[in-house]
Nanobody, 127 residues
Framework: QVQLVESGGGSVQAGGSLRLSCAASGFRYNRKCMGWFRQTPGKEREVVATIDTGVRSTYYDDTVKGRFTISQDNAKNTLYLQMNSLKPEDSGMYYC????????????????????WGQGTQVTVSS
């Protein structure tokens, strides 16, 4: 049974940092696309960052480049999102997502490209 479980969200002042974790289980293939998405009320789920877990190539939305870092620990089957210099506009529900395998040449930067989702973890940044 495939499962993604996020943790690490919380409330922080602007300029602060948080690290999100996503524990993955039940996947057969080591190489796949994984990513972090953010959703706020009334808006669609939007990409924050993605990673090809095989070659470890990454993609970042322009709004988080230079502040966020996506990474993985294969030994722990865990995906991370280090978030620094947080801004109020970074607030939202953050979801971990994954594909089953690496079916495309590069990871997609939209939610419909991912088959599996975690339950989400809330991030609130106050000014």
């Amino acid at each position: 049974q495939v499962q993604l479980v996020e943790s690490g969200g919380g409330s922080v002042q602007a300029g602060g940092s948080l690290r999100l974790s996503c524990a993955a289980s039940g996947f057969r293939y080591n190489r796949k696309c994984m990513g972090w998405f953010r959703q706020t009320p009334g808006k669609e789920r939007e990409v924050v960052a993605t990673i090809d877990t095989g070659v470890r190539s990454t993609y970042y939305d322009d709004t988080v480049k230079g502040r966020f870092t996506i990474s993985q620990d294969n030994a722990k089957n865990t995906l991370y999102l280090q978030m620094n210099s947080l801004k109020p506009e970074d607030s939202g529900m953050y979801y971990c997502a994954s594909t089953w395998s690496m079916a495309t040449t590069s990871c997609m930067a939209f939610a419909s490209g991912y088959n599996y989702w975690g339950q989400g973890t809330q991030v609130t940044v106050s000014s």
